[in-house]
């Protein structure tokens, strides 16, 4: 190699990976000092040919313009000259500006670098359309006083052409797998002026030994194409190995868990996350996609006070350890999520939280910090300006993320005080574009913020020199390899499918034979990349997927010339899969917990009865442990929340009322009665809610309240008459030693003096068929009746079934004319047998004993898993817990054995 030689290589990664090489070389030589190559991408050769021409006099200081468009500054430009010229179109809301702009830069890009050529009479509307959008880009460009890439390295050649500037003797082309019309003219230009213009050898003179794999599917390959790298590494620690995919970008967080599974188990510790990695992925992950980006994102995204973020983010939020005081507060604003799950909307603002957090703190909730922070939040969005600059809003956001604590109050790993770099570079790219986005108001310069960090990638540095390289066919090692894998070689990706631009006739881009302009232009491509794949390693396989789904798959016809593998490859387990592995498990039957402690009061009330009765496990996780479900968010009000809105209507309208009060009223005494009912209710509601209910849906939820109790009011009538004794009575109960508390939803007093047992329903699954068996699914209300009771004659216990749709008492009763539609035990013989229930006091002694040992079983520290139907646990909080699909999986096992 001449001493002034210059190698260029067709990406920056490939560039820094050849620089590490061929150190790597000097070193293994024993070389302490050399002098490297200049190595260099072609557009870093360029700028810097033409920066020192333009300083030695060569050029004109203006012969180029200060800054090149970046792809965002260009799109942007774009999106505003196609809105120049849609303005007054009717159909322009509709518009995807976003996806037009990139479409028309890729078209200008093609025009540019591939020479097409628009015939006259062939040009579509769409393309009389892109000329005109494509006038205003240039008219914008001329304004700003900036070009886009392709025309900005069409005025560099112009340049080398007339000679300016000083070049290398020797110029090594790296990792380019074809040359568009404009790389060429510059290639013929230095050639022109003497450089002899040489391709730098990446991969072996013959081509690699290679084999092709099939596979069930893409999963399959994946675990196949990891099994065989873990191998090759264990056996060889020192070879130098690649796994290659067409569609890497779809692949890689499944590929990226694999690995660490297979390579570096110890990585799933928290402490050890960021371990140095065997391996390295040629294509990183969008900066928004990291987690202290992410969570700067969502902390613009709460303190703009146009968005209503869902709760899910501000849950994310609140459990995010990069702002406030994410670790010393991390307990408490854990509880504080779980307070907003059931207090607050589904999609809430700024203000809702910090009201929410300063009750939570009232409350003895330790979220000092994060209030403070909250309010740091308001204070500094309350200043902002309606409308501002982009580099305004760039100091603005920047300022606020410090207000709130950000990033946090642990020092940063390396990865993320790389991250918060990128962050930082990305603030500045977007205070650059100042003059091109004008005056913004908060919403549009966050959107516009989000898409800068969303489409720009980022990668930590790896450590080390990683022996596995992950990369896409696009990409190529800076030296040749010991072994390669190929994934996803199916006939529907590779060669890829033609993907003509929409906004150039297609004819056109065939012609100049532009990129994704037609199945051959394609498939020549695919066969220049498989050519250097064959000569980039020693060993390659080739893997093609069987199925997708339902779907069958092909082979890429670029395998018809290699042979198939016939044995099937080893797949890689998960880390998961391997922990599970029988071997080496000691088999435990323990399904019996602490015992109750004596004067332990349990939590649960009726609720833990019901657990004990339908699976053990369910009452032993959910309501000793206190395991429960996180409440899921809804707009407006829940089933659980309108059905305690309805019990506190009926409780005001039945105080110190009778059945006879009922019986007096007219029909506008009771219309106002029911509102004033109505009014009570809700008020009542809101007292002990953190929202208060917004207006609209307020008066329409007093509307559905009113016609609800108008009809129930309506079935009360029908009874013989009555008082009401009690609503919402709270008791404390000793069941044979264990202590519960229950709340009584009313009872109602005959004029005998006997006791009618009323339990509000609004569900729509109402049932008592259990009350009958040995252990009650649905036992409140023979507590009530067999327990809390007890010192009074019940004459019947029924769920009130209070619904829009239909109101109506199920239950049973010791005569029949207690209640309407509710049958006597006489009369109910298919569900209560009289070999078992006699009479009415035999129920009553059936309902003591049964609760009374389940009671039992609680105490005890009985916990099984064991339930006689599965749909009885529809509403277990705690399912997971229960391993209900391991246990199916066992019970199929135990079934093949037999």
Known sequence: MAGNALVLCSTARLARSLRMELGRIQRMRGATQWQPPTILTLSQWL?????????????????????MLDNMAERLLWERAIEKNTQGDAAQALFDMAGLAQSAAEANRLLIEWNVHLAGGEQTEETRQFLRWRETFQALCRQYQTLEAARYLDRQIDAIQRGVGSLPAELHLAGFDRFSPQEKRLLEALTTR???????????????????????DAEAECRAAVAWAARRLAQEPQARLAIVAPELGVLRARLLVMLDDALH??????????????????LGDPLSAHSIIACALSLLRLSVRRYRIPQQDAGMLLRDVHWSAGVGEADARARLEARMRSRLSSRLQLEQLLRLARKAQLDGLGVARLVEHLEAISVATAGWPRKQSSRAWA?????????????????????????RQAWDAALNDFDMLDALLGPLDAGAALHRLSRLVQER??????????????????????????????????????????????????????RANAPNACSGVQTEFAQAIHARL???????????????????????????????????????????????????????DDHVAPPVAPGEIQRGGTGLLKAQAICPAWAYYQYRLGARALDEPVEGLDALARGNLLHMVLQAFWTDRTSADLHAMDEAALGAAIGMAVE??????????????????????????????????????????????????RISLDIDGLQVNLVLDRVDELPDGRLVVLDYKTGASVSHKSWAEERIAEPQLPIYAALALCDGEVAAVCFAKVQA?????????????????????????????????????????????????????????EAAVKFRNEEDLRDCDVKPLLRLPERKLQLERHAEHE
């Open 265 to 282: 188990p110890a990585s799933i510790h928290p402490a050890r996350a960021e371990m140095p990695r065997s391996y390295d992925f040629s």
């Open 680 to 729: 009570a209710g809700i008020r009542q509601f809101v007292e002990q809610s953190d929202e208060p209910l917004p207006p609209q849906f307020a008066a329409l939820e007093k509307l559905r309240l009113q016609r609800i109790l108008a009809a129930w009011l309506e079935l009360e009538k029908t009874r013989e008459p009555f008082s009401v004794l009690e609503c919402e009575r």
């Open 534 to 588: 064959m000569h980039g390693a020693a060993e390659i396989v080739f893997s093609w997927s069987h199925r997708d789904g339902e779907r069958e798959l092909r082979p890429s016809p670029l395998l018809s010339e290699i042979p198939q593998q016939a044995e099937m490859p080893e797949l890689a387990a998960t880390l998961a899969e391997r922990l599970a592995q029988p071997s080496g498990m000691q088999w435990l």
């Open 395 to 419: 100091a603005a956001f920047a300022g606020l993320l410090k207000a709130a604590g950000w990033p946090g109050e642990r020092s940063l790993s390396s990865h993320e005080f790389q991250a």
């Open 47 to 67: 700028d810097d040919a033409i920066t020192r021409a333009m300083l030695a006099g060569e050029l004109p200081a203006d012969y180029l313009p200060r800054q």
């Open 194 to 216: 003497g450089v002899q213009v040489l391709r730098w050898p990446l991969g072996f003179d013959q081509p690699a030994s290679a084999v092709q794999i099939a596979c069930d």
């Open 457 to 510: 990638i980022f990668q930590p540095e790896a450590e080390g020199e990683p022996r596995l390289l992950v990369m896409g066919m696009l990409e190529a090692a800076a030296a040749p390899l010991d072994a390669m894998w190929v994934l996803g070689m199916n006939d529907h990706q590779w060669p890829p499918p033609p993907r003509p631009n929409p906004l150039l006739p297609a004819e056109a881009q065939r």
């Open 805 to 861: 749709a239909e109101q109506k008492f199920i239950g049973i009763a010791d005569s029949a004319e207690v209640l309407p539609g509710v049958c006597a035990l006489d009369g109910a013989r298919k569900l209560f047998p009289e070999d078992r229930f006699p009479d009415w006091a035999a129920l009553i002694r059936h309902w003591q004993a049964s609760i009374t040992a389940i009671a039992a079983e609680i105490k005890a520290g």
